[in-house]
């Protein structure tokens, strides 16, 4: 029998890394959050279900510890550092036929969201990217 569902998920984090001697060196978001919704649709022997995720991360202002060298000497300094906020978002459509065949299409980084420095503090993603996809199961 035919039926629909929808299902969505939410969260929300808040993480507060005290200073040392004024210095952050926590380089984590204190905000965070992702929204998650899927909307499945089902008929006889075809299914279609349609995923969006969306992930926030807020911004970060942190200190970074380096050494630096100086005439021979080297000494310990830190810089202040600053990743902005960014919204990234992912969708999906998914066709399930006979039970056995499941063709899937999306679409990852829907806003094109790109790091102005790439850093292990910041996103890494390359930028939009498209997909198709076939699965047979057995």
């Not at 299902?7 to 984590?28: C, P, Q, W």
């Not at 969006?52 to 810089?79: H, L, P, R, W």
Request: hydrophobic share 35%.
């Amino acid at each position: 029998f035919p039926y629909t569902t929808l299902f969505r998920s939410a969260n929300y984090n808040y993480l507060y890394t005290s200073k040392n001697d004024g210095v952050r060196l926590s380089s984590t978001s204190p905000h965070s959050g992702t929204v998650r919704l899927e909307f499945n649709s089902h008929i006889k022997d075809y299914e279609t279900v349609v995923n969006i995720n969306s992930n926030f991360m807020g911004k970060k202002d942190y200190n970074v510890q380096d050494e630096i060298t100086i005439d021979n000497q080297t000494i310990t300094a830190y810089y202040e550092a600053h990743v902005d906020a960014y919204t990234m978002i992912d969708m999906s459509i998914a066709q399930y036929i006979w039970k056995h065949f499941r063709i899937t299409a999306g679409v990852q980084n829907l806003t094109n969201f790109r790091a102005k420095q790439v850093s292990f503090n910041s996103s890494t993603s390359a930028g939009r990217k498209y997909f198709v996809a076939l699965n047979v199961n057995f």
